[in-house]
């Protein structure tokens, strides 16, 4: 298979704003073989952005191939592991050399307000940090055999892995994604998400920049359905790593059970946001806030459902209503904005959707419900921060993740009642209490079936805490240590040193 337009090799990042951004396959710069593009938008302004190399199978083929034959026959795994560590910092630094670059070019793409996006990229930077570190100690064990026998486990890179990411956290799903898996010495076909390509493109340049060899990171472009579909059924990838919707996380996996592939799925949610009698609202306010409004709403573990004690019910919804009121969505670049835009006009219609059928179903849409107006951003794609109360568990807008800035508000009584209700769902990934009461907080937090709990924090991770669902939430866990052994096998090497020959059979 010949490839028609090679440009050239990635060395330098220079610069990273531009009219067009091509693929990225063994270390260089190459445009679709069908010299296919599409546009990415900006969606606070509805504005075409750049044009984007669009990979079709062929591109995709050629990508793995790369992959594979770093893998097999490149230089990358062989690395001591010290020098590979410094190849991870050298991209934290590089990163961290262009912040405010790399911040603007995920406002742009994304809609999301700067700090969210400051936030987000700053921690992109501590995951090649924390990786960094990581690996150099993360090793086998020496296991306890009969006298005569030695036996140690050899962790050894599991190999190509396609890593398809969603559009919410484009920049930081891709760190999240790439830095375990190189620290381990795997190699990668990278699929962003169609909405955001920009800054995971820009984030594998750098990687080739700091030293990562050709092939290790090829990153495509392209629809979901047909290059994803592709490197999930492609014999020579061993895993997939997902982040992204429930419905194609079990499309994936039951595609990539026929080769047995290792899987990791990070899927969607509906956490709960407990909040009880005993609460410091001082705290709980504004916590629940963050919860549910950051990132506009659209994060997998966003507190969507919140239950709150009913004798504290009252004086929480005023507070609560009154801030969120006081949020300010508008320019993403304008340090004082809270909530961007929504990344799309299809996400758009769908929240809509949720808070109309909730409606229409006899719940009161206490502040928003409302497409928004933004002077400057009259094309772009905004949502009114909203909240539900009077809802009932059989809502539509109750049961589904509805990935915008939409909380349901339910009031309960009893703690053992509001566990139940908290664990009432298919999903499993978030959960925050709000007690002042540590013998409540640890014994809840137990009786949580999610993966995730934040016990009066508005924080759900940091590089090295893990992150990963129960249930429909999916499997796996990200941005901790335990993430190296998903990109790894364990040897086991049994040796026999007795000196005696053993014969088993006797004969
Ligand atoms: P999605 O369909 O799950 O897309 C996520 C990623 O998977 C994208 O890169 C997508 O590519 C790719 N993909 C799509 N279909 C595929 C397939 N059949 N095989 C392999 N890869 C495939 O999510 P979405 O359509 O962007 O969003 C839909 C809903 O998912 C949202 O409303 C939200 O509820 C949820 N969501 C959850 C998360 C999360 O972090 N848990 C993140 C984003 C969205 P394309 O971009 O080319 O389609
Ligand atoms: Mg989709």
């Known amino acids: 298979?010949?490839?028609?337009?090679?440009?050239?090799?990635?060395?330098?990042?220079?610069?990273?704003?531009?009219?067009?951004?091509?693929?990225?396959?063994?270390?260089?710069?190459?445009?679709?073989?069908?010299?296919?593009?599409?546009?990415?938008?900006?969606?606070?302004?509805?504005?075409?952005?750049?044009?984007?190399?669009?990979?079709?199978?062929?591109?995709?083929?050629?990508?793995?191939?790369?992959?594979?034959?770093?893998?097999?026959?490149?230089?990358?795994?062989?690395?001591?592991?010290?020098?590979?560590?410094?190849?991870?910092?050298?991209?934290?630094?590089?990163?961290?050399?262009?912040?405010?670059?790399?911040?603007?070019?995920?406002?742009?793409?994304?809609?999301?307000?700067?700090?969210?996006?400051?936030?987000?990229?700053?921690?992109?930077?501590?995951?090649?940090?924390?990786?960094?570190?990581?690996?150099?100690?993360?090793?086998?064990?020496?296991?306890?055999?009969?006298?005569?026998?030695?036996?140690?486990?050899?962790?050894?890179?599991?190999?190509?892995?396609?890593?398809?990411?969603?559009?919410?956290?484009?920049?930081?799903?891709?760190?999240?994604?790439?830095?375990?898996?190189?620290?381990?010495?795997?190699?990668?076909?990278?699929?962003?998400?169609?909405?955001?390509?920009?800054?995971?493109?820009?984030?594998?340049?750098?990687?080739?920049?700091?030293?990562?060899?050709?092939?290790?990171?090829?990153?495509?472009?392209?629809?979901?359905?047909?290059?994803?579909?592709?490197?999930?059924?492609?014999?020579?990838?061993?895993?997939?790593?997902?982040?992204?919707?429930?419905?194609t996380g079990k499309d994936i996996m039951s595609k990539a059970s026929q080769s047995l592939k290792r899987l990791t799925l990070e899927l969607g949610g509906k956490s709960p946001n407990i909040v009880f009698d005993d609460a410091d609202l001082e705290a709980a306010v504004p916590g629940s806030l963050f919860g549910i409004f950051f990132n506009t709403g659209q994060s997998c573990e966003a507190r969507s459902r919140m239950f709150v004690h009913e004798s504290i019910y009252d004086e929480f919804m005023e507070q609560f209503i009154a801030k969120t009121k006081k949020l300010k969505s508008g320019d993403p670049f304008d340090k004082g904005t809270h909530l961007g835009s929504i990344i799309s006009r299809d996400q758009l219609e769908i929240i809509d959707g949720y808070v109309q059928s909730a409606k229409e179903a006899g719940a009161t849409i206490a502040t928003g419900g409302k497409v928004c107006k933004i002077e400057g951003f009259e094309n772009g794609h905004w949502y009114e921060p909203t909240v539900i109360t009077d809802v009932t568990p059989d809502m539509k807008a109750v049961k589904e993740e509805i990935f915008g800035p939409v909380v349901v508000v339910e009031k309960f009584t009893d703690e053992k009642d509001v566990i139940k209700r908290a664990n009432d769902t298919e999903y499993g990934l978030g959960s925050a209490i709000w007690t002042t009461n540590q013998a409540r907080a640890t014994r809840v937090a137990h009786k949580i079936d999610a993966g995730i709990v934040m016990v009066n924090c508005p924080f759900s991770a940091f590089p090295g805490t893990p992150f990963g669902g129960y249930k429909q939430s999916g499997f796996g866990r990200e941005l901790c240590v335990e993430t190296l052994d998903l990109y790894m096998e364990d040897k086991s090497v049994l040796s026999y040193h007795g000196g005696k020959p053993i014969n088993p059979f006797g004969v």
């Open 1 to 247: 298979m010949e490839h028609t337009v090679v440009k050239e090799p990635v060395t330098e990042v220079r610069p990273m704003k531009r009219d067009h951004y091509a693929m990225i396959i063994n270390g260089e710069r190459v445009e679709s073989s069908s010299s296919e593009v599409f546009k990415t938008y900006n969606p606070a302004k509805g504005e075409a952005l750049a044009t984007v190399a669009k990979a079709n199978k062929e591109d995709a083929e050629l990508a793995v191939q790369a992959a594979r034959n770093a893998f097999d026959n490149g230089k990358w795994r062989k690395y001591p592991v010290g020098k590979r560590s410094r190849v991870l910092n050298k991209i934290a630094a590089i990163m961290r050399e262009r912040f405010n670059e790399l911040v603007e070019l995920e406002v742009l793409n994304s809609g999301k307000s700067v700090g969210a996006a400051q936030i987000q990229i700053n921690q992109s930077i501590e995951d090649f940090e924390f990786y960094a570190g990581a690996i150099v100690g993360h090793r086998g064990v020496v296991n306890n055999v009969p006298n005569g026998f030695f036996n140690y486990t050899n962790k050894e890179p599991v190999g190509v892995c396609a890593q398809i990411i969603p559009w919410n956290y484009p920049m930081m799903m891709a760190a999240w994604k790439i830095a375990p898996a190189i620290a381990t010495g795997c190699s990668v076909v990278l699929k962003p998400a169609s909405l955001t390509p920009i800054t995971a493109i820009i984030l594998t340049e750098i990687c080739h920049e700091a030293g990562v060899p050709a092939g290790v990171i090829n990153t495509i472009p392209g629809s979901g359905s047909v290059i994803g579909d592709y490197l999930v059924q492609h014999e020579d990838i061993n895993k997939v790593a997902f982040t992204g919707s429930t419905p």
